[in-house]
């Protein structure tokens, strides 16, 4: 019996150290680190197919995971896709290497406009290629919004959500707000027509937190994913949320035929713009084979597969035209040049406001 | 004696099951439906067990806690047997507190704790020594055993603890060494904690998820790391599919298992009457 069990143990042991050593000795591998079903379902395929290259793709649930794999070090993967809030504290952390672009011949394609909103968070384009982006705005039902506040309801207004008198009727329908303060009060600084990325703690504290507490009680509740489903069902009838996720909401309805009709609109007075970066660790092993892939993503026809595949946005010039109609026309996921110069990016915030940020949003979740 | 149960209790014991089962019994169905919404029924349809099935992703994820569920159990369960049995049969020996709560730290300690320092002694054991490199299943592998031992060890001991000792000390007056003890006499008692520490040990595996999430390397994405990160994009009814073939995975593993003892102890039961008659025969 002994025996037995130590046999039992020394094979066990004996495979986990092959398919380990197994793993490390291939060559012309990558490793991808990226959110879950967030590209096309054939585009590592026919990446590994054109360059031998092969890809393994692995997902993290949130920036938080990330960030920690990274700050410990020697993540072992090639790509990683924080948002590029999150980028600009890693880049200070030094946590990425430089991006060759020089050997990035697609580089050419991506929007300049954009690249250039996003030096504010790297300053010279050196760490991150944009993947894909998207706006923090409102998912709306407009039946029921009509239902409830009559046909001049601002449907495309933060006064929806952040106006009292409105607020409180649609209690009755249902609204959520993320739970993620870094999210929600930029948006309110900014429809206070005050700066979304304020530095100054008293701004935060007199003038959002006093706005929130007053419509807490209105809110349903915080949350960051779980309104998908609600809006798409219509069990809410507002939410403050990201484009590629009402989207996504807008679709299941529309696939359930269930006659709820879910919009996504980004408010007159402007929008958070968010972007999901490629970039190379520091410690990355294949950083040639690195290179080859963010170039192919950067080709016109393979990014436009997956915006078509995602729903959101890319920060390719030259894919416009490949993308679907239905897609590119749709200006809640590539507003017009109108809206565009109304959206504002996140900036990373210095630790002071962060906690404050913090704070104000447990406060009203709360009430104390 | 068979006491019948009056109505209360009838319906507390079937609210307790539906409380229980129902959910599972909810997952199951919605697996079968036809929308993409996982709370609205369209009509019946087996897609989403054809989507699962191509969805390499997640089979992936899927064969990847399996394999790490079940080494971790069966060495989980070895190292607890020994740290039960230490614990509960060497006495008061030094440092025997000290090694008791040592051993089960694991069990109230945050798994947010335990996962990031896990992931530190990786990477400076990595720094230091070269070992283990880059992070992966051997890395899960060593941390689910690192918890799930605490399981079983407390397990084991308890059980240990309610055991007769004098039977262990009869088998050494008849000349019995204790390694043999051990092996006849006192596994087969502490048999069915062995079997539930062996279990127990598999499912913690199965849904760890942040201690993994902080140990996981490239190519090593378990399962519910994949329907964790799934949530941006929206859980798809794959999911109730997966599970609808977990369900019946433990389904089949538990219906063999307890026809299997219950087989046993009736043979069991047919010796023992026999040796009975036996013996008042003579």
Same mark, same amino acid.
């Given at each position: 019996m002994l025996r037995h069990i130590i046999g039992k143990l020394a094979l066990t042991i004996a495979a986990v150290f092959l398919v380990n050593g197994a793993l490390t000795a291939e060559e012309k591998i990558l490793h991808f680190y990226n959110w879950s079903d967030y590209i096309a379902e054939d585009t590592l395929e026919n990446f590994t197919k054109e360059t031998g290259i092969k890809v393994v793709y692995d997902v993290f649930d949130s920036n938080e995971v990330l960030e920690t794999k990274l700050l410990a070090g020697k993540s072992g993967f090639d790509i990683v896709v924080p948002s590029n809030s999150f980028l600009a504290r890693q880049i200070k952390a030094g946590v990425f290497q430089k991006i060759d672009k020089s050997k990035l011949t697609n580089y050419g394609n991506l929007d300049k406009a954009l690249l250039k909103v996003l030096e504010t968070n790297d300053p010279g384009n050196l760490y991150g290629v944009p993947y894909l982006w998207g706006t923090t705005g409102l998912g709306i039902n407009p039946a029921k919004i009509k239902a409830v506040?009559? +046909? +001049? #309801?601002?449907?495309?207004?933060w006064d929806l959500v952040f106006q009292e008198k409105y607020i409180s009727k649609l209690k009755s329908c249902g609204v959520s707000f993320l739970d993620a303060p870094s999210d929600v009060l930029p948006s309110v600084l900014l429809y206070l027509g005050e700066d979304p990325n304020s530095l100054s703690t008293s701004m935060y504290l007199d003038k959002v937190q006093p706005l929130l507490m007053k419509i807490r009680?209105?809110?349903t509740y915080y949350h960051s994913s779980k309104y998908i489903n609600d809006l798409a069902n219509g069990d809410i009838c507002v939410a403050i949320g990201w484009s590629g996720d009402v989207a996504q909401a807008a679709t299941r309805a529309d696939e359930a035929e269930n006659n709820v009709e879910v919009q996504y609109v980004i408010p007159t007075e402007g929008a958070g713009l968010w972007f999901d970066m490629l970039a190379i660790p520091a410690d990355a092993k294949n950083v040639e084979n690195a290179h080859i892939l963010i170039n192919y993503l950067m080709r016109p026809d393979v990014i436009a597969e997956i915006t078509n595949y995602v729903w959101y946005a890319n920060a390719?010039? #030259?894919s416009f035209n490949l993308v679907d109609k239905e897609i590119s026309g749709d200006t809640s996921i590539y507003p017009d040049a109108e809206t565009k110069k109304k959206l504002f990016i996140f900036d990373v915030m210095p630790p002071k406001i962060d906690r404050v940020q913090n704070r104000i949003m447990t406060r009203i979740r709360t009430g104390q | 004696m068979r006491r019948k149960l009056s109505h209360r209790l009838i319906l507390f014991l079937s609210i307790g099951y539906a409380f229980l089962y129902l959910p599972i019994i909810i997952l199951i169905v919605y697996s079968f439906n036809e929308s993409r919404l996982v709370t609205v029924w369209a009509g019946f349809s087996t897609k989403w067990y054809g989507e699962l099935l191509k969805d390499q992703g997640i089979l992936d994820a899927v064969w990847m806690s399996l394999r790490i569920a079940f080494l971790t159990a069966w060495v989980a369960t070895f190292l607890g047997a020994i740290a039960g049995q230490v614990m509960a049969r060497f006495g008061r020996f030094r440092f025997h507190s000290g090694f008791a709560s040592t051993i089960t730290a694991p069990l109230v300690m945050p798994e947010v704790i335990t996962g990031l320092s896990l992931l530190l002694l990786f990477v400076s054991m990595e720094t230091m020594i070269g070992w283990p490199e880059g992070r992966g299943m051997l890395t899960i592998w060593i941390s689910h055993v690192t918890f799930a031992t605490a399981f079983v060890a407390v397990i084991v001991s308890s059980r240990l603890r309610e055991m007769d000792i004098s039977i262990e000390e009869a088998a050494m007056d008849l000349g019995a060494h204790p390694f043999k003890v051990f092996f006849v006499i006192t596994i087969p008692i502490i048999m069915p904690a062995l079997i539930s520490g062996w279990l127990l040990s598999f499912t913690l595996s199965m849904d760890s998820l942040v201690i993994t999430s902080f140990v996981a390397g490239p190519a090593s994405t378990t399962l519910p790391m994949k329907v964790f990160s799934s949530v941006r994009m929206g859980v798809s009814p794959k999911i109730n599919a997966v599970a609808t073939f977990i369900v019946l995975f433990a389904t089949v593993i538990v219906v063999t298992s307890s026809v299997m003892t219950i087989r046993q102890d009736k043979k069991k039961q047919r010796e023992i009457q026999a040796a009975m008659k036996e013996n008042l025969g003579k």
């Open positions: 506040l009559g +046909d +001049d #309801a601002p449907m495309n207004s009680s209105h809110v390719n010039t #030259a | -």
